[in-house]
């Protein structure tokens, strides 16, 4: 009889304990997870704001985990950039061995719908999946969201919804809102597009994807298949790419717009989605710059259709549909986390310990303006994303994934890519299950390497790709000038290019040298007060001599014989023994090796004054 009255009392305190702690890591499968208890009522376990796919990502692996999870839209679907966006056609990351390096739940998105799929069956599919979470509560046409804040600690959300403010309590929140909203509004440290390498208010366009009707899509893919010459034309039955060269003809009537070779995807009832026109001007952070941005292409749509009807191939009928309802921003936000992906960690295929990701698509900046083209700053073989990057500084409880994770504007370029997103928004929903089973916090799991080798199973278990790798060897680490390409590289002044080749030993002209030269003060300017800032101009025709004396310049403001210049060049070690190895006479046009390096050292020198 004492003994069934213990073992009751002990029964007893289970359930207490289970219920006040939350179960998630003990609950079946088909019961939901209770509500913590959290200042004396039910709250969530975690909350995610944002139903962009990394949103829904993250919000399925919380629940699968066993999570009591809100996920949070202000629209009527769920999907955002992918559903009304209608960026239906996805760009993919494979590994050297043409493995599929984003798996996990974007591979049963992928496996169901494929990487161009129909719309109208992805917002089912985001549904459904959320749906059949037990653990989820889903609230969509949500008006607005602030972040709760206790110090330094995010606690939860207060939302506008039915007209009137209600608040929900978290103990632990992810921001998958594509600009980082949550994380901003809360204090999270962050740049805004090139900030970061000097460029402060340069973003990449945005585009407004749109539909046409009436395409004979067999005409297309004859064409880009078998007739159109470039090599990164082709197409299959419902995807192509193509017309790259006979885009670059259109004249937009805004002005302030480009067309490009289209992305293009066919949906089910025939139609194909064109993303191709990109728009510039546009403040992607105010609602009122974005409804501006939608209008103006949707005046320059027609005009683009006309344009295609007439110099694409298999648009000879092609009819305006509709547009998307939301742009496709590709950059806003970066926010500054317990690591910064780099674009030299991308383009050295670094691996990183506490990787929860990888990537591998090509770094790929896209224009700024109409007097730009973008440009390719390198492809890696493959690459982690370290689970710092989701790590905010300054603010508790909160990981951010997605497009404005903690990455440089720079290898944001490859990492922004949604399969990507959803990755590091599984990692998260993931690390949440860890942080409160173990009570830890994320900025403690940073340096717990048992923090992040669970994370790293439990995600290898759901069906997520994680292997630890030697970095694939990239061959311009071998040139003498490499530590110069680093520098440049890292300021947004060299690129590679699809093939990795920075050209090295081609000849450096005057505006080449001047641009760089330039940009390097100014941005030492920006980081070393000290440095005084200043232009320096350039003779027509160069020499090593007027390479020498224009850097002496631009350090010092002094314009000094080269014999002097030489000489102050070298004390600096701004001109040193290695360098001046690779230059054979004074006299010749100086190569773009030497050039980098040269500047890159000026750099260096600068920031330590």
Known sequence: MKLAKNMRYILGILVILIFCTGAYYIWGPDQAAPAPIIDGKPGYDVIVVGGEPEGVAAALAAARNGLKTLLIEDDEALGGLMTLGELNFLDMNYGPNNELLTRGIFEEFNKDLGNAFDIEEAKSWFLMKTENEKNITLKLNVASVEPILREKEIVGVRLEENGSSQEYL????????????????????????????????????????????????????????????????????????????????YQSEDGNMRFRGPNMARQKNGNILINALLIFGVDSLDPQSKAEGIRRGKEEIPHIIEFMRDKFSGFEKAEYASAAEQLYVRETRHIQGEYRLTITDVLENKDHWDRIAHGSYPVDVQPTSPDNYGNIIGVPDIYSIPFRCLVPLEIENLLVVGRSASYDSLPHGSARVIPIGMATGEAAGVASAYSLKNEISFREMTASEEAVVWVQQQLTKQGAYLVEYSPPHVAIMDHWAYPGVKIMRELGLIEGGYNNDYRLERE??????????????????????????????????????????????????????????LKVLQEKQILTAELEEHITSWEQVPQFAEMLMLSANMYEYLLKR
């Not at 901003?184 to 597009?193: D, E, Q």
């Not at 585009?207 to 064409?223: I, K, N, P, R």
């Not at 232009?535 to 850097?551: F, G, K, S, W, Y």
């Open 170 to 249: 978290g103990l632990r929140i992810i921001d998958a809102t594509i600009d980082a909203d949550i994380a901003a509004a809360a204090g999270v440290p962050y740049t805004i597009g090139g900030e970061d390498y000097g460029e402060k208010g340069l973003l990449m366009g945005v585009t407004l994807v749109f539909e046409v009707a009436g395409v004979d899509w067999d005409g297309v893919v004859q064409y880009l298949k078998h007739e159109d010459t470039d090599p990164h034309s082709s197409a299959g039955k419902v995807a192509a790419w193509g017309y790259g060269k006979e885009a670059m003809e």
């Open 508 to 565: 450096a002209n005057k505006w080449s040298i001047q641009n760089k030269f330039n940009k390097v003060i100014r941005v030492a300017h920006e980081k070393n007060p000290v440095v005084e800032l200043r232009i320096v101009e350039l003779p027509e025709v160069l020499t090593e001599q007027d390479l020498i004396i224009a850097a002496v310049e631009g350090i010092s403001g002094e314009k000094l014989s080269f014999e002097k210049a």
